[in-house]
DNA sequence: CAGGCGTGGAA
DNA sequence: TTTCCAAGCCT
C-alpha cells in the first residue's frame, strides 16, 4: 500500500525511475530535436486538444513558414489561419499570431523565459507556460496536463469529483506535482510523466504492467473519469459549385463572417438550405464532427445558376476562388476534407508540394 | 465555474 | 455505426 502522505511518496526512486523509462521510451518528435523556446512553444499550442499523430506533420510544414516569432509576428492573420485549417481550435492560432507581434514589438523578438512571464501571453495558460518553460528552460516547475491529472490520480487514488470538489481536487493535484518533479530536469520529468499517461497510463486500459511506477501506484488502474455530453446528429448539405475561367478552375466559396463564434471568417462551401439531395446531383457525403454534433454531409453538384436558388440564406460572402488560390485560404476543416476529394486541393499531410503551395 | 471552441481516427 | 476523445484556454 502505497502512503498517502505525499511527503512518503519517496520522491526521489519514484523520480529515478520516470527518467530512465522515459529515455528509453521517449517517441522521438520534431519539437523534441532541439531546445528552442519558439518551436517548443508552437508545438504546445498545436497540442492543445489535439492528438500528437496529428500535430506532427504540423508542426514541421508551420516552422518551415514561420521559422522564428519575427516571421510570424510579420505574418497576415489569414496566412496563419490557412496553415492551420484542419487542426480546429482556430482561437488558438489568431492568439499564436497576436502574441508574436507582442514579442516582436515590445520584446525586441525574445521571448519570456520563465513561466510568470510566459503565462501572462494571450493563448497560454499554467500548464502551457509551465511546459516551456520547463522543457526549454529547465525552470523547476510541474506541468500538468490532462495525462498528468490521470497519473496522479490512479498514483494517489483520487476519484474526480465536480462542482467545488473539483477545484479542491485540482489544488491537490497541482501539490503533488509541484512534490514530485524533479529539480534537477524538471523538463524531462515533466514530459515523462506525459508521455507515461499518453502510452501507458491510458485513459481505458492501463499497461500496468509495464508501468515504471507501479509499485508507487495505490490503484494500479481503477480510474473513474467525469461523465461527458451525449453526441447528436444533423444532416446538411453543401454546394460543389465549379466553373472554367481562362482554362483555370475554380470552386465558388463563403467566408463565415467574423461576428459568428464558430470558426469566424474562414471559408467554406455556401450552405444548401434543402438537406435532401436527388440521387442524381450527389457528388459525395461525408461525415464531419464538430463538437459534439454529428454531421452527415451531402455535397451537391450545383450550377453556377441554380446556387442563388438552391442556397440557404446567404450567411457570408462569396467569391471565386482558383484552384492554386485554396491552400493558401483559412478553409474550415470540412471544406479542406471535400475540396480534397474532388481533387481540387492537394492534400496537405505529408505532402512537400502542398507546403510549396503556400 | 460552466460552457464554448474543431477535428479525424481509434474503439 | 456511433461514441469518445487529445499535451487547454478564455470568458
Given at each position: 500500500?502505497?502512503?498517502s502522505?505525499?511527503r512518503?511518496?519517496?520522491?526521489?526512486a519514484?523520480?529515478?525511475?520516470?527518467?530512465?523509462?522515459?529515455e528509453?521510451?521517449?517517441?522521438?518528435?520534431?519539437w523534441?530535436?532541439?531546445?528552442?523556446?519558439?518551436?517548443?512553444?508552437?508545438?504546445?499550442?498545436m497540442l492543445?486538444?489535439?492528438?500528437?499523430?496529428?500535430v506532427?506533420?504540423?508542426?514541421?510544414?508551420?516552422?518551415?513558414r514561420?521559422?522564428?516569432?519575427d516571421?510570424l509576428?510579420?505574418?497576415?492573420?489569414?496566412?496563419?489561419?490557412?496553415?492551420?485549417?484542419?487542426?480546429?481550435?482556430?482561437?488558438?492560432?489568431r492568439?499564436?499570431?497576436?502574441a508574436?507581434?507582442?514579442?516582436?514589438?515590445?520584446?525586441?523578438?525574445?521571448m519570456?523565459?520563465?513561466?510568470?512571464?510566459?503565462?501572462?501571453?494571450?493563448?497560454?495558460g499554467?500548464?502551457?507556460?509551465?511546459a516551456?518553460?520547463s522543457?526549454a528552460?529547465?525552470?523547476?516547475?510541474?506541468?500538468?496536463?490532462?495525462?498528468?491529472?490521470?497519473?496522479?490520480?490512479?498514483l494517489a487514488?483520487?476519484?474526480?469529483?465536480?462542482?467545488?470538489?473539483a477545484?479542491?481536487?485540482?489544488?491537490?493535484?497541482?501539490?503533488l506535482?509541484?512534490?514530485?518533479?524533479?529539480?534537477?530536469?524538471p523538463?524531462?520529468?515533466?514530459?515523462g510523466?506525459?508521455?507515461l499517461?499518453?502510452?501507458?497510463?491510458?485513459?481505458?486500459?492501463?499497461?500496468?504492467?509495464?508501468?515504471?511506477?507501479?509499485?508507487?501506484?495505490?490503484?494500479r488502474g481503477?480510474?473513474?473519469?467525469?461523465?461527458?455530453?451525449r453526441?447528436?446528429?444533423?444532416?446538411?448539405?453543401?454546394?460543389?459549385?465549379?466553373?472554367t475561367?481562362?482554362?483555370?478552375?475554380?470552386?465558388?466559396?463563403?467566408?463565415r463572417?467574423?461576428?459568428v463564434?464558430?470558426m469566424p471568417g474562414?471559408?467554406?462551401?455556401?450552405?444548401?438550405?434543402n438537406?435532401?439531395v436527388?440521387?442524381?446531383?450527389?457528388?459525395m457525403?461525408?461525415?464531419h464532427?464538430?463538437?459534439?454534433?454529428?454531421?452527415?454531409?451531402?455535397?451537391?453538384?450545383?450550377n453556377?445558376?441554380?446556387?442563388t436558388?438552391?442556397?440557404g440564406?446567404?450567411?457570408?460572402?462569396?467569391?471565386w476562388?482558383?484552384?492554386?488560390?485554396?491552400?493558401?485560404?483559412?478553409?474550415?476543416?470540412?471544406a479542406?476534407?471535400?475540396?480534397t476529394r474532388?481533387?481540387?486541393?492537394?492534400?496537405?499531410s505529408?505532402?512537400?508540394?502542398?507546403?510549396?503551395l503556400?
Amino acid at each position: 500500500m502505497a502512503p498517502s502522505n505525499p511527503r512518503d511518496w519517496n520522491a526521489p526512486a519514484l523520480r529515478a525511475r520516470l527518467l530512465k523509462w522515459y529515455e528509453a521510451n521517449q517517441r522521438e518528435l520534431p519539437w523534441r530535436q532541439n531546445k528552442d523556446p519558439y518551436s517548443i512553444w508552437v508545438s504546445e499550442i498545436m497540442l492543445q486538444q489535439t492528438r500528437v499523430a496529428v500535430v506532427i506533420d504540423r508542426h514541421r510544414v508551420f516552422l518551415e513558414r514561420f521559422p522564428t516569432v519575427d516571421a510570424l509576428a510579420c505574418a497576415a492573420e489569414e496566412d496563419v489561419l490557412a496553415l492551420w485549417s484542419g487542426l480546429g481550435y482556430y482561437r488558438r492560432a489568431r492568439m499564436l499570431h497576436q502574441a508574436a507581434i507582442y514579442v516582436a514589438e515590445n520584446l525586441n523578438g525574445r521571448m519570456p523565459t520563465t513561466s510568470a512571464e510566459l503565462r501572462k501571453l494571450p493563448g497560454i495558460g499554467a500548464y502551457t507556460a509551465a511546459a516551456i518553460a520547463s522543457i526549454a528552460h529547465d525552470e523547476r516547475v510541474a506541468v500538468v496536463d490532462g495525462n498528468v491529472e490521470r497519473v496522479l490520480c490512479r498514483l494517489a487514488g483520487w476519484e474526480a469529483s465536480s462542482g467545488s470538489g473539483a477545484t479542491a481536487l485540482r489544488k491537490k493535484i497541482d501539490g503533488l506535482a509541484s512534490e514530485l518533479v524533479d529539480p534537477r530536469r524538471p523538463g524531462d520529468f515533466n514530459q515523462g510523466m506525459m508521455e507515461l499517461g499518453a502510452t501507458v497510463c491510458l485513459p481505458r486500459n492501463p499497461q500496468c504492467l509495464v508501468c515504471p511506477i507501479a509499485e508507487h501506484c495505490v490503484t494500479r488502474g481503477e480510474h473513474k473519469a467525469a461523465p461527458r455530453a451525449r453526441m447528436v446528429s444533423r444532416e446538411i448539405a453543401h454546394a460543389l459549385c465549379v466553373q472554367t475561367r481562362r482554362g483555370e478552375r475554380e470552386v465558388l466559396l463563403e467566408q463565415r463572417p467574423a461576428s459568428v463564434t464558430v470558426m469566424p471568417g474562414m471559408w467554406e462551401l455556401p450552405a444548401l438550405g434543402n438537406a435532401d439531395v436527388p440521387e442524381e446531383h450527389l457528388r459525395m457525403a461525408v461525415r464531419h464532427a464538430i463538437m459534439q454534433v454529428n454531421y452527415f454531409v451531402r455535397i451537391r453538384d450545383v450550377n453556377e445558376d441554380e446556387v442563388t436558388e438552391l442556397a440557404g440564406p446567404a450567411a457570408g460572402k462569396r467569391r471565386w476562388v482558383r484552384a492554386d488560390e485554396l491552400a493558401g485560404l483559412p478553409l474550415t476543416g470540412l471544406a479542406r476534407k471535400v475540396l480534397t476529394r474532388a481533387h481540387l486541393l492537394v492534400a496537405a499531410s505529408g505532402s512537400k508540394a502542398a507546403a510549396m503551395l503556400l
